[in-house]
């Protein structure tokens, strides 16, 4: 966090704003419990706070959580806002994209329309109408793989027309809805599976970028979980060393031995915008550093919305390319880690390792 102004701090304690409770916390040293910003217990004198921009942070100096407004966990959702999504939820195959507006949500969860959106966004880091979309291609993604026809699956997803689907095709499934549908028939993906200091490694690749990075004990189970994602894919084995794929697979290699740099390596996956949103902040997160889940919602602008962060980095196709190791949870604990949570640790311990030796080291000089 940046340097704090503690004059803006405590204006935003004695106004009790919402808006700042996740980058800030304030602890009464008479008497040791820390509070969110919003909290309504009476307001202390100001010479008695000290001002944290982490849960970890007070509670280090000593602090513990309040039992009113538990800055300690995450906030309950914005009952009007869950009003809202349900409502979406439940009738978006009924009514289509088209006739869920602003206004009619706005009608459903009790607020003006523009006070949803606000709210809506720092609740899951999408606008309504986004959600909308990330939920149709969900549904979209479902009746394909369960075997509907595409003419059904548009409607059921819905869509209004077969042309709109098609119009969001690429965005949302990186391939036309009937070849998602055959598995990805028609797709070509080139991939090399190499051995590594923490298991085997596979890099997947279309024509256009990597689309999957895994890491397994054997090349049986990624070449097994690669096919299941693109059962009607081909899919070609080949040699790094004489494919295109080489460089991108030594740089990624390069990386999880406790190199610093990937920039070369070029991504193609396709996912809803809250998921690239989450991404894109993971490979923010500088070499050798860790942030929290809620550190992660609260960068994207939807300091509520941990458990999404979360299910994003577990949904993370291209293992380390996008570095979903480097978030923890609050407490430090590693949290999950789809590949093993002892590859977490070396990794993590592999950048520390790394960042620490590279660091310019103090000279002593003896006076006399």
Same mark, same amino acid.
């Given at each position: 966090m940046h340097p704090m102004d503690e004059s803006v701090a405590w204006k935003s304690v004695l106004n009790r704003d919402?808006?700042?409770?996740? +980058?800030?916390?304030?602890?009464?040293?008479?008497?040791?419990? %820390?509070?969110?910003?919003?909290?309504?217990? @009476? +307001?202390?004198? +100001?010479?008695?706070?000290?001002?944290?921009?982490?849960?970890?942070?007070?509670?280090?100096?000593?602090?513990?959580?309040?039992?009113?407004? @538990?800055?300690?966990?995450?906030?309950?959702?914005?009952?009007?806002?869950? +009003?809202?999504?349900? %409502?979406?939820?439940?009738?978006?195959?009924?009514?289509?994209?088209? @006739?869920?507006?602003?206004?009619?949500?706005?009608?459903?969860?009790? &607020?003006?329309?523009?006070?949803?959106?606000?709210?809506?966004?720092?609740?899951?880091?999408?606008t309504p109408a986004q959600y909308? $979309?990330? @939920?149709?291609?969900? $549904?979209?993604?479902?009746?394909?793989?369960? *075997?509907?026809?595409?003419?059904?699956?548009?409607? *059921?997803? *819905?869509?209004?027309?077969?042309? $709109?689907?098609?119009?969001?095709?690429?965005?949302?499934? *990186? &391939?036309?809805?009937?070849? %998602?549908? $055959?598995?990805?028939?028609? &797709?070509?993906?080139? %991939?090399?599976?190499?051995?590594?200091?923490?298991?085997?490694? &596979?890099?997947?690749?279309?024509?256009r970028g990597v689309c999957a990075v895994m890491l397994g004990d054997s090349a049986g189970f990624l070449e097994s979980a690669l096919s299941k994602e693109y059962p009607a894919a081909t899919r070609a084995r080949v040699n790094a060393a004489s494919s295109r794929l080489g460089g991108w697979v030594a740089e990624i290699v390069n990386g999880l031995e406790g190199g610093t740099t990937l920039a070369n390596v070029p991504i193609d996956v396709k996912a809803s915008a809250f998921r690239w949103k989450v991404w894109h902040e993971l490979q923010k997160i500088p070499f050798g550093e860790t942030r929290t889940y809620s550190e992660i919602a609260g960068a994207i602008g939807a300091p509520t919305a941990v458990r999404a962060v979360a299910s994003a980095c577990a949904k993370n196709p291209v293992a380390f390319v996008v570095p979903c190791h480097r978030v923890v949870r609050r407490t430090g604990e590693l949290g999950g880690y789809r590949w093993g949570i002892e590859r977490k640790r070396t990794l993590l311990d592999k950048e520390r390792t790394a960042r620490e030796s590279s660091e310019p080291k103090k000279i002593k000089t003896a006076r006399g």
């Open positions: 919402a808006s700042v409770d996740d +980058r800030l916390l304030y602890g009464v040293t008479t008497t040791g419990i %820390y509070c969110r910003p919003s909290c309504p217990s @009476r +307001r202390p004198k +100001r010479d008695n706070v000290a001002f944290f921009s982490s849960v970890e942070a007070a509670e280090r100096a000593g602090f513990r959580a309040c039992q009113r407004c @538990r800055p300690n966990r995450a906030k309950e959702p914005n009952p009007a806002v869950e +009003r809202a999504r349900s %409502y979406i939820d439940n009738h978006i195959a009924d009514l289509g994209e088209e @006739r869920i507006t602003l206004d009619l949500l706005g009608e459903e969860s009790g &607020m003006s329309p523009s006070h949803l959106q606000r709210k809506f966004k720092e609740s899951f880091g999408l909308i $979309r990330a @939920r149709k291609s969900e $549904r979209l993604k479902g009746e394909l793989k369960r *075997g509907e026809t595409v003419s059904r699956a548009t409607f *059921g997803a *819905g869509y209004g027309s077969s042309s $709109r689907v098609y119009e969001a095709a690429d965005a949302s499934l *990186g &391939m036309t809805p009937a070849t %998602y549908r $055959r598995g990805g028939l028609g &797709m070509h993906i080139e %991939y090399v599976v190499t051995p590594t200091s923490i298991g085997s490694l &596979m890099v997947a690749a279309t024509e």
